[in-house]
């Protein structure tokens, strides 16, 4: 036991006989590792992202909450009143009538 401690210590499993099986271990954990970090490096990038774009959402959502508000104004007849005095327009005091067709047959 206390051999093979010194053996991975030193090194010398590396440079054996049959060092050929622990490189291509080696080898084969490495990749691992990598495509392992590569791997999580990816989820972090798609989860910032994700935290993006619903920040985007929701700003655009409020935006959009605003400007409902401020159509919503704009739409009121006494705002296209005020508006349309200003350019010398009013709202007419006679109230319409309808006028009704008849066919000819």
Known sequence: M???IYSILKGTFLVSDDAFKNWRMILFISVLAI??????HSA??????????????KELRSEMIDARGKLMDLKK???VEIK????????SEIP???IKVKSQK
């Open 44 to 57: 972090d990038k798609k989860v910032h992202e994700i935290a993006r774009l619903n920040n985007e959402v």
């Open 96 to 98: 319409p009538t309808k």
């Open 77 to 79: 007849e006494t705002s």
């Open 35 to 40: 495509i392992m970090i590569a791997s999580s």
């Open 84 to 91: 349309m005095k200003d350019k010398g327009l009013a709202i």
């Open 2 to 4: 206390k051999k093979r």
